[in-house]
């Protein structure tokens, strides 16, 4: 039987790929997750996430592996995960009343070959007030997530309107993703 492996102890991907009703094990990656500031933000999250499959395969040489990784762009910059609650609320503050750009890269390394892929999906924010940017830096939320925010927690009450995959801004594009896995001939248990 073929395994797949979630190369992320990212809770919410491991999250996602349970809806895919896929048995999978998880194997977190230590990847260096540094980037040239050459790449677009689609090659370096496509590069990241094939870091992070690379880190784990070796250790599965007979298993398909899953990177992703997530990055938000505002203005062209990308941003990261906040260091701390100033950090987080000028991330905040740039976003208020604009839309910026998530992506997320996805590599799956099979025994034989790499796939690799990315989803863009454009965010609008509400205009947020100071109350609101502090209320939520003081959830704890926006410390682990690109771009200081999660759609799928608290954060959902900043987000007037996504276009593009949902899923993508949480970070794994599960429809793309179990297409890519098909055509790379995992077999699907139904």
């Known amino acids: 039987m073929q395994r797949l ?9 491991k999250e996602l790929l349970e809806t895919l009703r896929l048995p999978f094990e998880i194997s977190s990656s230590d990847a260096d997750e540094s980037f040239s500031d050459e790449l677009t933000p689609a090659e370096a999250v496509m590069e990241l996430a094939s870091r992070k499959a690379r880190a784990v395969a070796g250790n599965y040489p007979d298993c398909f592996i899953i990177g992703s990784d997530t990055v938000v762009v505002h203005g062209g910059t ?3 995960k906040p260091s701390d ?3 987080a609320a000028s991330m905040l503050r740039k ?12 590599s799956i390394h099979s025994p034989w070959k790499e796939e690799r892929f990315y989803e863009k999906t454009d965010v609008t924010f509400w205009e947020l007030s100071d109350e609101e940017i502090d209320t939520y830096i003081k959830s704890g939320e926006p410390f682990d997530k690109a ?3 999660g759609i799928q927690g608290f ?4 987000v007037k309107h996504i276009s ?3 899923f993508t801004v ?21």
């Open 95 to 106: 976003l208020s009343g604009n839309t910026h750009a998530v992506y997320t890269g996805v």
């Open 164 to 166: 593009g995959d949902y």
């Open 155 to 158: 954060g959902s009450m900043l």
């Open 170 to 190: 949480v970070g794994l594009p599960v429809s793309r993703l179990i297409r890519e896995l098909k055509k790379m001939g995992f077999i699907l248990p139904y």
């Open 147 to 149: 771009g200081g925010y």
């Open 5 to 13: 492996i979630l190369a992320s102890s990212s809770p919410r991907r």
């Open 85 to 87: 609650e100033q950090e």
């Open 78 to 80: 990308i941003l990261g």
